[in-house]
């Protein structure tokens, strides 16, 4: 089975940064990637990883990196100069296709549980 279980989320200030980890079991290569759900809003995607390299949301690109440590099995998203409108749940998800892009909830099949990020 496959699971994705993300840590690392709190509140910053703006301008500063958090980093997020996906620790993942049972996945194979593939797409990993991150989405982001603020309140009232829809979830959208962040930033995809897969052998094909990475792929980002235009809102994160120069401030957010991801990347991913295949002896650990894990995912990261590093989030740098981070603004009030980056606050939200932020879930890890899993595709079993290489392509990440483009980052549509309805291409990921798993996810995980979430970890709030709060910007002020």
């Known amino acids: 089975d496959v699971q994705l279980v993300e840590s690392g989320g709190g509140s910053v200030q703006a301008g500063g940064s958090l980093r997020l980890s996906c620790a993942t079991s049972g996945v194979t290569v593939a797409c990993m990637a991150w989405f982001r759900q603020a309140p009232g809003k829809e979830r959208e995607g962040v930033a995809g990883i897969s052998v094909f390299g990475a792929t980002y949301a235009d809102s994160v690109k120069g401030r957010f990196t991801i990347s991913k440590d295949n002896a650990k099995n894990t995912v990261y998203l590093q989030m740098d100069s981070l603004k009030p409108e980056d606050t939200g749940t932020y879930y890890c998800?899993?595709?079993?296709?290489?392509?990440?892009?483009?980052?549509?909830?309805?291409?990921?099949?798993?996810w995980g549980q979430g970890t709030q990020v709060t910007v002020s």
């Open positions: 998800a899993y595709r079993g296709g290489s392509l990440c892009a483009p980052l549509d909830t309805g291409r990921f099949a798993y």
